[in-house]
């Protein structure tokens, strides 16, 4: 997809419309489309979209989705990891990057080659971990490869630095997936931080969304509890504000 090149597309299937044969103010490119995108709303009517989501990141953006992304959004996924946000929402037009995982568009989400405002949404998923190396995640994420050592004053560095180049890339919003943290003693509430980090590049929290995953790691790691185990992540819907 060429990033910089912005048409009016159907708001249900993406179609472009074309000058010639639409009227400038039509927001579908036919009545098929019209009522499907009429049903799809209604949907969301007669099955609200709730906060709390409980499975898997796929079906957290699938509920995510339903509210605030159809057919026609273009999404610049920055963090495309191997694409599991996308596993049920094959309808979405994703364009994915990534520094290690996507040879085509190896982009730094922190400095993006698309222009101001060229997508619609920017999804921002960073590695969260405090010091990895030794975690479960390390293979499938390759976070030596990009957060070696990391504490969580850079974890939050790399969030904020993301956050502004989304803001500079995204027209309508940013979403942005974290999870709280432990560093030594210490509780870091990144959920909370990230909202501060939000608003002082100004941009405005809109939703929070919980996840409950029903998978979870191991819990072979502490003989004594200290603290609740920390078993949801978020994903917060932040607006760009024009
Ligand atoms: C938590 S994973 C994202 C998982 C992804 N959302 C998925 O569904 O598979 C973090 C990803 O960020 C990528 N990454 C780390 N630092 C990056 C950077 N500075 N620029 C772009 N991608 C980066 C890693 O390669 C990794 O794939």
Redesign the pocket.
Known sequence: MNASKIVTACRHCNAELSPETHRSDRKFCSDRCKQADYRRRRKVKDNPVEALVRGN?ADLIREVARLYADTGVTIAD????????WRKTPHLNVTGS????VPERP????NLPYHDSSFDIVVL???YLVWPGNHMSDDR??NAE??KGIDYKGIRQLYHDGLKEAARVARRQIWV?CKDTVEGPRQRFLHVHLLQDAEALGLRGRDLFILDATSRMPNNHWSTQKHARKTMSYLWVFDVIS
């Open positions: 990141n920055v963090t495309y990891g191997k694409g599991a946000f990534d520094l290690l995982t982009y730094d989400f922190r998923d960073p590695p994420y390759r990009t957060t997936k």
